[in-house]
């Protein structure tokens, strides 16, 4: 007989953006490997970008997919939030909802899923985060229609935290309520070996076989008909994908970029940069003050799918991250198409490690503005001479979806069968 699995996830496709597409890639391998799948998720009222490609291929795999309907007609807006939403509104709206803004689909999810429950045959959640709220919705729902559940951790929460905001006061409220729901939760999945630990070592009460790792992966399907080219192209051409602003290195990096090219005329007619995905107006408008804008290519949003199109075309594709165990999706994408890593991170975080074990990472831990020069320049002598790292023959094939939907199948298995 076949099982029904609950997927419980406030972002969805057709929404774009790596934020969405890690759980839209495990709600269809979960389908195409022998399980029933029903997505819960929300309506936004304001979609950064609209993806009609994964959610086609959704559908085409079976998943059943029900959003609660927005208050208003949804809108589609790639510009980023402005400074006030973002230093005032959003910190206010931490402290006027808990866990996050995101309860207040609390009610409409409940009633949905109670529709769900009455049309299917409903095994077991999967609840993802971000956001939080997703876990208490699930908590909710679980104990209301008595079947277990899982909890996804992308991002560290309270506790967890702590690795990279050690000084950060969690409220207790907020360890309070992680406490109950690991205690609640039937398994607990974790994109890093770091973000396991840490958490293992926060809640003593968890077994090492409670909390298990799956990384975002790749999708083999978004590399059919991808052509990785070895010839030698006269541009050196550095591409980050996805969103881009003005919250991580990437300003420093830009900043160290424009001070490159004002002494270098080499450098400034054989590097590009290309940002394909949504940027930050604020990011925009420093390339324009930096006098850059010759050297930045900015296409915009690339369909999921076409989007391993425009990476086959670049030399070196850079990711960067403050977080010590966050690891961001696209890098596993990146690894899919076998091409030399810039990565910007801690030392010693999990990005830094997995970029290490990839054999092709290109590692700076210094973001001090004469370290990105020397690290920029460092990126083209390499280029020029062509001694860019190559991956570890086989590394990327151990990061394809395919490879952990078995042990996600198994976990779901199991938590049917102790409930």
Partial sequence: MQKTVLIVSYSFPPMGLSGVVRTSKMAKALAKSGWNVVVLSATPKVYLTYDETLLQELIDAGVHIYSTPSKTPPKQDSSSPGWFERTIMKPFLGQVYFPDSAIRWKRMAIAAADGIMNDY?????????????????????????QVPFILDYQDGWTKGMT????????????????????????????????????????????????????????????????????????????????????????????????????????????????????????????????????????????????????????????????????????????????????????????????AKESGAGLLLHDVHASSMETYIRSLHSSWKLRKLPNQVPGFSETFAMDNFVEDLSIALTKAIRIS
């Fill in 163 to 354: 690795v990279d905001h050690p000084q950060k006061q969690r409220s207790s409220a907020h360890m309070k309520l992680e406490h109950h729901l690991l205690n609640r939760a039937a398994r607990i999945i974790v994109p890093s070996r770091i973000a396991k630990e840490q958490m293992i070592k926060d809640y003593r009460f968890l077994e090492h076989e409670d909390v298990m790792i799956i990384p975002a992966g790749f999708d083999r399907d978004d590399m059919v008909g991808v052509h990785l080219s070895n010839v030698h192209p006269s541009t050196m051409t550095i591409m980050h994908t996805g969103k881009a602003d003005m919250t991580g290195h990437l300003p420093a990096f830009l900043q160290g970029f424009a001070n490159v090219l004002k002494t270098s005329p080499d450098i400034q007619r054989e590097v590009m940069i290309s940002f394909p995905g949504i940027v930050d107006e604020s990011l925009t408008s420093l390339i324009d003050k930096l006098g850059i804008r010759e050297n930045v290519h900015q296409p915009g949003y690339i369909a999921h799918r076409d989007l391993f199109h425009a990476m086959s075309k670049a030399d070196i594709l850079l990711t960067e991250s403050k977080s010590m165990y966050q690891i961001p999706r696209k890098i596993y994408e990146y690894i899919a198409m076998r091409k030399p890593l810039a990565i910007i991170a801690p030392e010693q975080s999990a990005l830094a490690s997995l």
């Fill in 121 to 145: 045959d409903v095994s077991v959640i999967l609840s993802v985060s971000p956001p939080l709220s997703n876990f208490v919705i699930t908590d909710i729902i679980a104990e209301r229609h």
